[in-house]
């Protein structure tokens, strides 16, 4: 049977996952699949403000570096997660009282210390996370309070003077459809875009949950982001429900994988499709979203689901 990876090298299309490092370390099953079904990774953690920089100005970049050296020996490459976001940030920094000019000289430094430890090595970078709030308007985190909404363009700035060949991207979740959100961000990205920002492409999480009904207008809603020069991408894919799990959920669930695959190889500019996890064993969802699970492409113990097959076809 042909792997994913070799089914979208035919589409020109890199197939990603997040990678949980504990896993890839514990569990030969976890690392073997890791390497053959997949052409780019994630770090579902180990790149974030906490664990990268969890003193001010000391770095620990061992956990990151050990995924890219895994991506190198199985011809896999990078997407970089996450430079600036307003979660899993350290304490350090959420509790400090810092000005607004040295909290920007800490974010300044971050990026480029960060970025230019990994030049060259990574493909693609999520340089701006989950900015927005559902409604449209900015998020208020830490960043917008401070360093007001001109933290983002600055952010691409830096990030491109650190890696000039890294493609940068803006990332965010429930921007799949067409609504107020995704219409806040495409104004976002058009605005930067005009004003010559180094901003390359935006990142679809596709985090869905089969209990809110799947969403419609995915391929028109990237064609929109395509008009404006930019790369598209499927970052985080994960198709959650209520459990108990049973055929026609699953069912469902493998139309929401389907679907948002599908709207990828649509656009000629959707370079990768990513899913956030490949197994229930390890998801984040049952942590974040009570009662929720099964969200996943193989189920516990690595056996096929629905998912699975609808993403093989479709590929
Ligand atoms: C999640 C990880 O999967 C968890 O292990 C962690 O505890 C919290 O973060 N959007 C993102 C990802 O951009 O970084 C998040 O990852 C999931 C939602």
Redesign the pocket.
Known sequence: ERTLRQLAADDRLRIGT?V?MSALADDPDYRRITGEQFSTVTP??VM?WEVIEPQRGVYDYAAADQLVAFAARHGQKVRG??LV?H??LPSWLTTGDFTAQELRQILHRHITDTVRHFKGRIWQW?VV??AFNDDGTLRNSIWLQKLGPGYIADAFRWAHEADPHAKLFY?D?NIEWSGPKSDAVLDLVGRLKAEGVPIDGVGF?G?LGIQYGLPGGVPENFARFEKLGLDTAVT?ADVRMVLPADDEKLATQAEGYRLLLDACLRTRHCISFTV??FTDRYS?VP??FEGEGAANLLDEDYGVKPAFRAVQKAL
């Open positions: 997040a949980d579902e953690n974030k997660h996450t976001w979660s899993q999520d996370n989950e990332n979740y999480q985090h985080e956030w996890g984040w942590g974040v």
